[in-house]
């Protein structure tokens, strides 16, 4: 079965800080995607990144980068120079990459992220 | 602008007193889905639709039905809310086949059952 943890529920940060959220999967796919999601207090979900599990590669985007290490299973998503505009309730999310059927997204319970000014 | 709608936003009822939400994308997805949101629980998936005429359960289904006439609807039932179906719900879509694509989600809709 397929599990996301998210173990940090709460971080607080003051602005200008950076911020590592992290996120560890457990799964028996030998292909499948990762995500992050950002909930603003405002309650949408916002697609913020897609990780295939054949890509290695670290990404970066302005402020954001995340971290893939498949051999501890984690996708970290760190934000550098943290705003106020930051403070959200993030979610790790995973599913699997190759099915013609139902293909739920797992997530993780979430991040909350408060940034200080 | 490709995007989910959902409606109403924000819906407090009363328990037993059947209600619809309605969901609808603009991408011409074939796959559509619904989840519920709950504090310490994430969020699960309620029930799923492949395409027109076709749903299915997801891992929370009682106490909800759903129905696929048009590719482009995808609304939630509660014939008899109870208070346990208050939560933050989410429609999703994404394009089917074999190659798994990026689920967009709706803004939500919090609903609250008194």
């Known amino acids: 079965a397929q599990k996301v943890t998210q173990a940090q529920t709460e971080i607080s940060v003051v602005e200008k800080e950076d911020v590592t959220l992290d996120c560890v999967y457990e799964?028996?796919?030998?292909?499948?995607?990762l995500f992050w999601y950002k909930q603003p207090p405002s309650g949408e979900l916002v697609f913020l990144i897609r990780?295939?599990?054949?890509?290695?590669q670290n990404e970066i985007s302005g402020r954001y980068s995340w971290n893939f290490q498949k051999s501890t299973s984690s996708f970290n998503f760190t934000i550098t120079a943290s705003q106020v505009v930051d403070s959200a309730v993030y979610f790790c999310a995973l599913s699997e990459a190759f099915n013609s059927g139902n293909t739920p997204l797992v997530f993780g319970k979430g991040t909350r992220l408060s940034v200080i000014a | 602008e490709a995007q989910v709608t959902q409606n109403p936003r924000y819906l407090i009822t009363v328990t037993g007193k059947k209600l619809t939400v309605t969901c609808s994308q603009n991408?011409?997805?074939?796959?559509m889905s619904w989840y519920r949101q709950d504090p310490g629980l994430g969020l699960r998936q309620i029930y799923y639709?492949?395409?027109?005429?076709?749903?299915d359960k997801g891992d929370v289904p009682e106490g909800y039905k759903v129905s696929r006439k048009e590719k482009r609807n995808f609304p939630l039932i509660l014939e008899s809310p109870s208070p346990n179906q208050t939560s933050l719900y989410f429609c999703a879509s994404r394009t089917s086949g074999t190659f798994v694509d990026t689920q967009y989600f709706g803004p939500g809709t919090r609903l609250t059952v008194l």
């Open positions: 990780r295939n599990s054949f890509d290695e």
């Open positions: 799964t028996r796919d030998t292909t499948y995607y």
């Open positions: 639709s492949m395409n027109v005429e076709v749903t």
């Open positions: 991408m011409n997805h074939e796959y």
